[in-house]
């Protein structure tokens, strides 16, 4: 059994910062190189808003590039998302993605999210 969990939401006002956390525990054999953050705000799909890939390659999409950083752990089986600049238009539930080796096969893994709260 696997799990993601994250951590490091909250209410923040407009112009301030978060991180985010997720740790994956249980019993994993190896976790894919690529990792991703995704959001969610009520009524709308589910977005990416920062991948790491091989090599520390990145990816943001325009409305967080330059704001947001993603960045990784391996020791640590963590991934981690620096939000900076917020603005009312980030809230939403943010998750945490893994791909995961365990037990003889590689799944996709989400977190349960954490909530942020940006006021203006």
């Known amino acids: 059994q696997v799990q993601l969990v994250e951590s490091g939401g909250g209410l923040v006002q407009a112009g301030g910062s978060l991180r985010l956390s997720c740790v994956a525990s249980g019993s994993i054999g190896r976790i894919d190189a690529d990792m991703e953050w995704y959001r969610q705000a009520p009524g709308s799909q589910r977005e990416l808003v920062a991948g790491?890939?091989?090599?520390?390659?990145?990816n943001y999409p325009n409305a967080v590039k330059g704001r947001f950083t993603i960045s990784r752990d391996n020791a640590k089986n963590a991934v981690y998302l620096q939000m900076n600049s917020l603005k009312p238009e980030d809230t939403a539930v943010y998750y945490c993605?893994?791909?995961?080796?365990?037990?003889?096969?590689?799944?996709?893994?989400w977190g349960r999210g954490t909530q942020v709260t940006v006021s203006s």
């Open positions: 993605y893994m791909k995961v080796y365990s037990r003889g096969m590689t799944r996709d893994y």
């Open positions: 790491l890939g091989n090599f520390g390659t990145t």
